[in-house]
């Protein structure tokens, strides 16, 4: 009987591991789920009969190996800053690995560990990335080989609250691991628009956006997804004059997000004696320096940011809690942990709230001859069920699942690390989402 471990048991498992056990049903498989919280493990399994649950702490080095060595696929839905450490024992004990989480350079090094253990370490096998990269592979390659010439390619993802129902003051909530909303952006990024490279840095990230419009939403507000750069190699595309990945909101997230992030509280490194039985307010006060003016908290934080005391930032501000005297009580002793424990507890969905997923591709294309040049623009709108699974969890979690299924039905003979760029890997599973109603519309305007 083949072993499925999945380690991790967030909101973006919830539908990974449902559809998971349904595949281990059809094909004589047995699925563990680990995590830190044995009891939300179990309430995604259930009383399945191919299914278990174990305590997982990936900081074990015992057990984290004891765990993977047991398994014939692991499939990685921890924080990026874990994907290493699975990635090294999956490659010690010859163990496939499928992540939906970025390729960090550690596992990109494993590349001939991994081919003579004759394993395949699968990364960005998610939403974004992941069915981004596919769409995105699918939609070139079907260019070129009308004998088109790609000259621009922007490419946007997102996942936000339904546009048709009740929104906070922010329009966002938690459909994925929080930490990575908290964290966005504090890499910086940078993109070519008409041939002038634009390095953003961190701090910049959320003051530099721009509108765009997605069909069948209205206007929405872009800021620079990490390095766009990067995938102009990895999508063949070293010749185009543009190049953007992007991250959608809906207009005022970014003015509010930016301001968090300048006043500093995104950190991770410096640690806050005890920080739980602090309040919000109290450690507020903490990243303003002491020469900032004001007769009170809101007044100095409005100085120190330069925004209005009364405008809309500073009443988000207010509203998300930073001015309140309630304790903290968050795990963990940092801004970014009093950040996540925050949004978990304001950015709820509602009762009956729906969320949606947004992927586009805008590409200009040249070709031979008389056919004018066109703007190809490829979009996929999914949106959650709100008796059901959310829309992130199940664009998470279905490219992940059949990544999984294809490599224990041996369809997918690829060895080493690798994105899912490869027509073996994206070709069927883009038509697995097809199949499941996950399909982008196509419109083409004449340049």
């Not at 129902?165 to 008409?194: D, K, S």
């Not at 690390?417 to 989402?433: A, D, F, G, K």
Request: with cysteine.
């Amino acid at each position: 009987m083949k072993q499925i471990l999945v380690l991790g048991a967030g909101q973006s498992s919830a539908f990974l591991i449902s559809h998971l056990l349904q595949l281990a049903s059809e094909h004589d498989w047995f699925v563990t789920v680990g995590d830190l919280d044995v009891e939300l493990a179990r309430s995604r399994v259930g009383a399945h009969p191919r299914g278990s649950v174990v305590y997982f702490d990936v900081k074990d080095a015992a057990l984290r190996s004891a765990q993977i060595a047991n398994a014939d696929v692991v499939v990685n839905m921890l924080p990026p800053i874990f994907q290493d450490l699975v990635a090294w024992d999956c490659v010690n004990h010859a163990r496939h690995m499928v992540s939906a989480s970025y390729r960090a350079q550690a596992v990109r090094d494993l590349e001939l560990d991994a081919q003579r253990q004759n394993v395949l370490l699968l990364c960005e096998l998610g939403l974004d990335p992941g069915i981004d990269h596919m769409s995105a592979m699918a939609l070139i390659q079907r260019i070129r080989s009308e004998g088109g010439r790609i000259k621009a390619f922007r490419s946007y993802g997102s996942g936000i609250p339904a546009p048709d129902q009740e929104q906070n003051p922010l329009r966002y909530v938690i459909t994925w691991n929080a930490r990575n909303v908290v964290m966005a952006g504090l890499r910086g990024a940078q993109y070519m628009e008409r041939n002038k490279i634009k390095i953003v840095p961190a701090h910049e990230v959320f003051q530099h956006t721009w509108a765009t419009n997605v069909d069948g939403i209205g206007t929405v507000e872009a800021y620079p997804n990490r390095d766009s750069l990067a995938y102009m190699e990895i999508f063949g595309l070293d010749h185009v004059h543009t190049m953007i990945r992007g991250t959608l909101r809906y207009p005022g997230w970014s003015e509010t997000w930016g301001q968090i992030v300048r006043l500093g509280l995104p950190n991770e490194h410096l640690h806050i004696p005890r920080l739980a039985e602090r309040s919000y307010r109290e450690v507020t006060e903490m990243f303003l320096p002491l020469n900032v003016e004001g007769s009170n908290l809101r007044q100095r934080l409005a100085r120190f940011l330069r925004i209005s005391p009364t405008g809309r930032i500073m009443g988000n501000l207010e509203w998300l809690g930073l001015f309140s005297e309630e304790k903290i009580g968050c795990v963990g002793d940092t801004g970014a942990a009093m950040l996540v424990h925050m949004l978990q507890s304001k950015l709820t969905m509602p009762p009956g709230g729906t969320d949606i997923v947004i992927l586009v591709h805008e590409l200009e294309v040249e070709y031979d001859g008389n056919r004018a040049p066109e703007r190809i623009t490829s979009t996929l709108v999914a949106k959650g069920d709100p008796e059901g699974f959310t829309a992130m969890s199940r664009t998470v979690g279905l490219p992940a699942a059949t990544g999984v299924k294809l490599l224990l039905t041996d369809q997918l003979p690829l060895r080493g690390t690798h994105l899912p760029t490869h027509p073996s890997i994206y070709e069927p599973i883009l038509r697995e989402l097809a199949a499941a109603g996950l399909t982008f519309n196509e419109t083409v305007e004449v340049l």
